[in-house]
């Protein structure tokens, strides 16, 4: 088996929306981070209404990891085939061979020659590192590439930067081994898997903490997709943190240990890097 793993990349979503049009749409839906109770309330006296404060304004990258595998596996198995024949027919000659009828049946022998081939996106959450189908939403908006140092020049501008806590590594294996399936074959002729795109994508999340009667509650603004959250979070304990290169990216692995459902463990050599996937892709000469 050969598996080809792309070179990690880390991408930065471009906001579509300025700190003061969020912090606008978050005030305008206050009181929905308070419930129901304070929502009426505002509707019964204005002047409670407006007793908020905004205690917190973060702007901050949020992660999210997008993986795309294909798999590609040819094989040859023998198989029969049961031919139904008329009910008078005793037996069938095919070439040299003498084929009896049993049933009401012939039975063919052959070689099949087989081509599987799949291909996926997965998408997962970087904070909770579930596999979120739903973040497929950002897949239009613009992006660019980004490195440890562009991280690192959003932190000292008071940004934010989140770190995922899913690793690329172990996400990787999950996909992987999720891929790998058993063939039923007599003979392998090529098995092949390729994660051609290892993504840290960060998109732009505005959040404000509001103090209301006593309680304190927290608005979400989505910078790409312009939806708010009423039960929103801060990461003001990552403010000012730089985060290491080595703690984003970790795929930098020359074999794996997988899994593979219906066999041993296998343990599989990888080829990492952008030039070897596309010297796959490009015809030969």
């Not at 949020?62 to 198995?77: D, G, I, K, S």
């Not at 081939?117 to 980004?146: H, Q």
């Not at 959003?154 to 899913?166: I, K, L, Q, R, Y």
């Amino acid at each position: 088996m050969e598996v080809v793993i792309a070179e990690e990349r880390i991408l930065v979503l471009a906001d579509r929306f300025s700190l003061d049009h969020a912090e606008g749409r978050a005030w305008s839906r206050r009181a929905d981070a308070f419930g129901t109770g304070a929502k009426l309330g505002g509707l019964l006296n204005r002047a409670t209404s407006e007793d908020y404060e905004c205690i917190y304004r973060e702007r901050r990258l949020q992660p999210f990891w997008r993986l795309h595998v294909t798999t590609v596996a040819e094989y040859e198995r023998t198989r029969n085939y049961a031919v139904p024949v008329a009910p008078s027919v005793r037996s069938v000659q095919i070439g040299e061979q003498t084929l009896p009828v049993d049933q009401g049946r012939i039975v063919l022998s052959g070689l099949e020659t087989c081509l599987d081939e799949t291909a996926r996106d997965v998408l997962f959450d970087g904070l909770t590192r579930a596999e979120t189908p739903a973040l497929n939403v950002y897949d239009s908006f613009a992006s660019s590439l980004a490195d440890a140092a562009t991280l690192a020049a959003e932190t000292e501008s008071g940004t934010v930067v989140v770190p995922p806590d899913a690793k690329a590594s172990m996400l990787v294996r999950e996909v992987m081994a999720s891929a790998i399936g058993r063939i039923d074959a007599d003979r392998v002729l090529e098995e092949r898997v390729t994660v051609d795109l290892v993504d840290l994508v960060y998109r732009p999340v505005y959040a404000f903490r509001y103090r209301h009667g006593g309680k304190e509650a927290v608005i979400e603004f989505d910078g790409l997709t312009g939806n708010t959250r009423p039960d929103g979070a801060t990461f003001e304990q990552y403010l000012g943190k730089i985060l290491e290169p080595k703690f984003l990216l970790d795929v930098g692995v020359e074999a794996v240990n997988i899994f593979v459902p219906g066999t041993q463990l296998v343990r599989i050599v990888v080829e990492q890097g952008a030039k070897h996937i596309a010297a796959q892709r490009s015809p030969e000469a």
